[in-house]
């Protein structure tokens, strides 16, 4: 069973996209996957269900529900542990380290993958998710920007792995939203493969083109692999999920 975070501390990177797309891409290989929303914004809940639930991944954190079954809601992508809005005041809260590691253990046994979608902020949502995740994909758009933000990101993987998860592994950096033709993504691209070598990962060989299929997707709530599965958007997503899957059996 494998715990995988899609992280950045930087916003508009396609973490809850990928989140989405690569747990209906494993599901559609036949995996059974668990999501779990830990971003106060609920997008990815918001596309996989219309449904509000009193007992969601709050509920877990700050302990209000003891037990991970109870907050799952089945939905045509994969199973889901919602998110809500209060998660925003988690750190005021003092939530401890260790709590969703504990509270998803006992439902681990049912799944193939778990994939946890985190803000774009490191909070106490976010060290939960690297303490009880073994892998991290981190999506990244080509810009100055995002190269900036994952060195910061890097910084906190690294304390994290060093007190809490020596198991932790960044399996690669993630190129989304990739203008094969703009000179300045190509340039971004070399800059990122650099920075990728420094922190001991790699960049995933598979980029996520800029396409408006993908957009398109979430207006109609589903993975872009199943509302158009012939899709650039779709293609690319699916070849980064096998791409995955062998990195991880190496």
Same mark, same amino acid.
């Given at each position: 069973m494998e715990t995988i975070t899609i992280c950045n501390r930087k916003g508009g990177t396609g973490k809850t996209v990928t989140a989405l797309n690569l747990g209906a891409s494993l599901k559609a290989e036949g995996y059974k996957v668990l999501y779990v929303d830990l971003d106060s914004q609920r997008n990815l809940t918001r596309t @996989?269900? +219309?449904?509000?639930?009193?007992q969601n991944s709050f509920s877990l954190l700050v302990k209000e529900t003891e037990d991970a079954k109870r907050c799952i809601i089945e939905t045509p992508e994969?199973?889901?542990?919602?998110? +809500? *809005?209060?998660?925003?005041?988690?750190? #005021? &809260? =003092?939530? =401890? @380290?260790?709590? &969703?590691?504990?509270? %998803? !253990?006992?439902v681990k046994k049912k799944y193939d993958y778990i994939i946890i979608d985190t803000p774009a902020v490191n909070s106490l949502c976010v060290i939960n998710a690297f303490i009880c995740s073994n892998s991290l994909i981190i999506p990244v758009q080509a810009d100055l920007y995002s190269l900036y +933000?994952?060195?910061?990101?890097?910084?906190?993987?690294?304390?994290?792995?060093?007190? /809490?998860? $020596?198991?932790?592994?960044?399996?690669?950096? %993630? %190129? !989304? $939203?990739?203008? +094969?033709?703009?000179?300045?993504?190509?340039?971004?691209?070399?800059?990122?493969?650099?920075?990728?070598?420094e922190l001991g990962t790699r960049l995933f060989d598979?980029?996520? #083109?800029?396409?408006?299929?993908?957009?398109?997707? %979430? @207006?109609?709530?589903k993975s872009v692999i199943n509302y158009k599965p012939k899709s650039? =958007?779709?293609?690319?997503? $699916?070849?980064?999920?096998? *791409? /995955? @899957?062998? #990195?991880? =059996?190496?």
């Amino acid at each position: 069973m494998e715990t995988i975070t899609i992280c950045n501390r930087k916003g508009g990177t396609g973490k809850t996209v990928t989140a989405l797309n690569l747990g209906a891409s494993l599901k559609a290989e036949g995996y059974k996957v668990l999501y779990v929303d830990l971003d106060s914004q609920r997008n990815l809940t918001r596309t @996989l269900t +219309a449904q509000e639930s009193k007992q969601n991944s709050f509920s877990l954190l700050v302990k209000e529900t003891e037990d991970a079954k109870r907050c799952i809601i089945e939905t045509p992508e994969g199973d889901l542990i919602p998110g +809500a *809005e209060q998660l925003a005041s988690v750190d #005021r &809260l =003092g939530v =401890g @380290l260790d709590v &969703l590691k504990n509270a %998803l !253990t006992p439902v681990k046994k049912k799944y193939d993958y778990i994939i946890i979608d985190t803000p774009a902020v490191n909070s106490l949502c976010v060290i939960n998710a690297f303490i009880c995740s073994n892998s991290l994909i981190i999506p990244v758009q080509a810009d100055l920007y995002s190269l900036y +933000a994952l060195e910061d990101e890097y910084k906190v993987i690294d304390q994290i792995r060093k007190k /809490y998860n $020596r198991f932790l592994k960044i399996q690669g950096i %993630l %190129l !989304t $939203r990739y203008q +094969a033709n703009a000179k300045l993504s190509k340039l971004i691209k070399e800059s990122f493969e650099e920075e990728a070598k420094e922190l001991g990962t790699r960049l995933f060989d598979t980029v996520i #083109r800029e396409n408006i299929t993908i957009k398109e997707s %979430l @207006l109609y709530c589903k993975s872009v692999i199943n509302y158009k599965p012939k899709s650039n =958007g779709a293609k690319d997503y $699916r070849s980064f999920t096998v *791409e /995955y @899957l062998k #990195r991880k =059996g190496q």
